[in-house]
């Protein structure tokens, strides 16, 4: 059982930055691949990164590509979306999600099995 809790959003003016983490409660952290999604008001929720298991391999949504960073710390049992260049369009509610099922990584957010429970994150103009 693996449980996720988001944190790190809040209101931030465009141009901004925040940085989101998530903390995962399970020992086996490091075994599976994590992803970042969002879902705006009105909107299907969308992908926005994953991260392989060791970090080595990155996936960006072409729309944050260049100004959101994923990372994480497998010590820590957490992973990080550092969001740059904030623009209105980025508000949404923000989830992280644990794929421990498949190997690789993936775009897919059917292929995740854990989900926290959202961060908001509001960008004014």
Known sequence: QEQLVESGGGLVQAGGSL?????????????????????????????????????????YADSVKGRFTISRDNAKNTVYLQMN?????????????????????????????YWGQGTQVTVSS
């Open 19 to 59: 940085r989101l983490s998530c903390a995962a409660s399970g020992r086996t952290f490091s075994s599976y691949a994590m992803g970042w999604f969002r879902q705006a008001p009105g909107k299907e929720r969308e992908f926005v990164a994953a991260i392989s298991r060791s970090g080595a391999s990155i996936y």
């Open 85 to 113: 260049s904030l623009k209105p369009v980025d508000t949404a509610v923000y989830y992280c999600a644990a794929d421990t099922l498949h190997y690789g990584i993936t775009m897919s957010q059917s292929h995740y099995d």
